[in-house]
């Protein structure tokens, strides 16, 4: 190996000379300035750092002597407003007072009341009777296939068409359509005043735990309520005005038979009048 200072270094490799470029001077500089920098780099973090620390300093003082004053007379003033509704508006005494006023009704009225709605009134005797007796007072929709059986077995169906003429077995039919129809009509009815009770019981137990700011809400919802029962009342008279207006009908049939009846005897006795 060659060490003449102007020369490049040689390596043997595999015993032939590799030459290796020399290091430059300048090269062997660039610690010394990475050393100055973070000397640099040293004094000048803390300044840095002191100036957050001012900035979020500032913040804070602001928070605590502007923001937190006016803060102290928000939290004063809902205290007042809190004072006013314990004590005024709505005091505790009051409410609880309501509370067990309704409380009380409850547990004296409501289980002499559901008794009074759900008091069996049977009064049939024979099986057949009895069996459709039941049916009309389950309170289920589901049992009007039942009810349309029991009511041909006990009324009997309608005559052959031998049998009858065909105007009595045209009245025969709506005769028992209006009684069918409304006795469907009752089942219905009774099933819907059954959920009108429950929703009842529900309001009356959430009247028993209300808060003040709740009425209206519970006004809300009895009003609904109140909505549904008419609408079922006003099924109910429906019902009525159709079964009397089967009934008028009926009876108008029956005038316009007896008329034609009495036409038919008064020509018979003009005819054998007037027979030679």
């Known amino acids: 190996m060659s060490n003449g200072p102007n020369r490049e270094r040689e390596l043997l490799l595999n015993g032939e000379p590799y030459p290796v470029a020399r290091v430059e001077p300048a090269r062997r500089k660039k610690p010394l300035l990475i050393g100055v920098l973070l000397v640099e780099v040293c004094f000048v973090l803390p300044k840095y750092a002191h100036g957050q620390l001012s900035i979020f300093h500032a913040i804070f003082s602001s928070i ?18 809190q004072r006013l509704y314990q004590t005024t508006v709505a005091p505790l005494a009051a409410i609880n007072q309501a509370r067990g006023f309704v409380v009380t009704s409850i547990n004296n009225f409501r289980g002499q009341m559901n008794q009074v709605f759900n008091t069996p009134f049977t009064s049939a005797v024979t099986p057949g009777p009895q069996q459709f007796e039941s049916i009309l007072h389950s309170r289920l929709s589901s049992q009007i296939p039942g009810l349309e059986t029991s009511f041909s077995s006990n009324y009997g169906s309608i005559p052959q068409v031998n049998a009858a003429s065909p105007q009595d077995r045209v009245m025969m039919d709506v005769d028992d359509a209006l009684g069918q129809e409304n006795l469907k009509t009752t089942l219905i009815a009774d099933q819907g005043s059954d959920i009108i009770l429950q929703t009842a019981s529900q309001m009356e137990n959430q009247v028993a735990m209300s808060t003040p700011g709740s009425n209206p809400f519970l006004t809300a919802q009895a009003q609904v309520a109140n909505l549904r029962c008419q609408a079922y009342i006003q099924k109910m008279l429906a019902a009525e005005l159709r079964q009397e207006a089967g009934r008028i009908a009926h009876d108008n049939v029956l005038l316009k038979r007896r008329t034609a009846a009495a036409s038919g005897i008064n020509n018979l006795i003009t005819g054998a009048l007037t027979t030679r």
């Open 64 to 81: 605590q002597n502007d923001i937190g004053g006016s803060l102290s007379s928000i939290n004063q003033i809902v205290q007042q407003t």
